[in-house]
């Protein structure tokens, strides 16, 4: 299947600073990645859509300007906390549809786990 | 929004045991998945089955579409199954995000 990479796997970090965590599609191009969040035994929650080349959508009760969502490139993605508060304290995964299949599966990225002291 | 309901929440098997996980979703759907979250968080695909029944080795999953229920069945269970399985469901075809449900945690012991 496709394969969806993220960076960094975890990352700490102080109260207040920004963290940018990146997706990419290995082996296929994506014009809309997706941002879920999770929490601690808790479901996958859909962040925003990530538009290559456009504004980002957001879910309702998500704060665009804390998640700010650059879709550059048709293969990269990236997701960036700012001022980052210890309620931001997640795991976050990507997901992308490979184009062209006939299967519409989606694939998921490995997740960056947050932690903010 | 489409409701997504899995059950049981929890699950403990012997090695060896069979079992069921069913998904039941509120609205007809385009596009229906099953994962398995490793211990590590990583979503592995298991089946896209929007409708009908697939097989793949122990695992095998069928989707009454009509009458909105998916089934994952994971039969003579290894330690190695131990995880959190997720329905997730997607209304439209194309690009659109998936919804998930609240998963079933399922712990296989020797």
């Known amino acids: 299947g496709a394969v969806v990479s993220q960076h960094p796997s975890r990352v700490i970090c102080k109260s207040g600073t920004s963290v940018k965590i990146e997706c990419r599609s290995l082996d296929f191009q994506a014009t809309t990645m997706f941002w879920y969040r999770q929490f601690p035994k808790q479901s996958l929650m859909l962040m925003a859509t990530?538009?290559?080349?456009?504004?980002?959508?957001?879910e309702q009760g998500v704060e665009k300007d804390k998640f700010l969502i650059n879709h550059a490139s048709l293969t990269l993605s990236t997701l960036t906390v700012t001022s980052a508060h210890p309620e931001d304290s997640s795991f976050y995964i990507c997901s992308a549809q490979s184009p062209g299949t006939r299967q519409e599966t989606q694939y998921f990225g490995p997740g960056t786990r947050l932690l903010v002291l | 929004g489409i409701q997504v309901e899995q059950s049981p929440p929890d699950l403990i098997l012997q090695e060896g045991a069979n079992s069921t996980l069913r998904c039941n979703f509120s609205?007809?759907?385009?596009?229906l998945q099953w994962f398995h979250q490793n211990p590590w968080g990583q979503l592995i695909n298991l089946f896209y089955i929007p409708s009908g029944t697939k097989q793949n080795g122990r695992l095998s999953a069928t989707t009454v579409a009509t009458e909105r229920y998916s089934l994952l069945y994971i039969s003579s269970s290894q330690t190695t199954d131990s995880g959190v399985y997720f329905c997730?469901?997607?209304?439209?075809?194309?690009?659109?995000?998936?919804?998930f449900g609240k998963g079933t945690r399922l712990s296989v012991i020797a």
């Open positions: 997730a469901v997607a209304l439209y075809s194309g690009n659109t995000p998936l919804v």
């Open positions: 609205d007809s759907v385009n596009n």
């Open positions: 990530s538009n290559e080349g456009s504004k980002a959508t957001y």
